[in-house]
């Protein structure tokens, strides 16, 4: 049984968030998710996992546990509520949060007595190595720290993993948003996207009706511009710019 408490809380997000924000905030919880999913069908054992955007507000709850359910269920807890120290007192989202690291809170170390018999270990998410949410694993009574960090570890990595390559798959016109940042022209920008998409210095000429040897002049330059040494160089630049 696996249940998402996203749909049913009464703690929901407001609707004035930019379309834009909104647009990666929706691909970060379907990443999130899916990777989730996925150890809940391995008969993982009984947890919960919040996904937080950067100020610790939480997007969405997966939890394959009756137990957990009923009591965030009892104690309202649910998208749009934010794991603030102010609020619930030292817990791993807010200890996460503040450190911009990963955060273990085990039970005892809880202030909160909603919270005192869990174990809860947390981790940002992050893209050009900025935080863009949190992700946290708690679960009753005292398990194995050795296998629960570097697991949530894992999946924070999968999940950047696939945002980055979201973006980079995203099409030659958000590359060539970037590229214009570092000054190339069109006919650059032009010769960067073929180069890109590994297409031959040949089909670049064809395509854009210039010699071979323009176009290594233009890939060089392209190079100079963007302080690139390689096409790993610039596939990099448009993942993580």
Known sequence: MTSNLSGNTLFLRGSAQPT????????????AQE???????????????????ASGMILDVRTNSEELERRLATNRIGP??????????????????????????????????????????????????????????S???RKDLDFAVPLVEC??????HRLSMRRFISGPEKWRDILQKYGLTPREIDVAIG?????????????????GETVRTVLKNIYRKTGAS????????????
């Not at 210095?201 to 854009?208: H, N, W, Y």
């Open 20 to 31: 834009a924000d909104r647009e990666k905030e929706n691909e970060l919880i379907r990443i």
């Open 230 to 241: 390689s096409k790993g160089d610039l596939f990099h630049l448009l993942m993580f710019e």
């Open 35 to 53: 990777e989730i999913e996925y150890l809940f069908r391995k008969n993982f054992p009984s947890a919960m996992f919040f996904l937080t955007d």
């Open 139 to 141: 679960f009753l009574g």
């Open 155 to 160: 999946l924070c990595r999968n999940v950047e």
């Open 195 to 211: 180069w890109l998409m590994n297409h031959t210095v040949r089909q670049i000429a064809d395509r854009l009706a210039i010699s």
């Open 80 to 137: 749009g509520v934010c794991f603030t120290s102010a609020r619930f007192g030292r817990n791993a989202v807010a200890s996460a949060v503040k450190s911009g690291t990963l955060a273990v809170v085990r039970d005892f170390e809880h202030d909160a007595p909603l919270f005192r018999d869990w174990t809860c270990i947390c981790m940002p998410i992050r893209i050009s190595d900025q935080p863009i949410g949190f992700l946290d694993l």
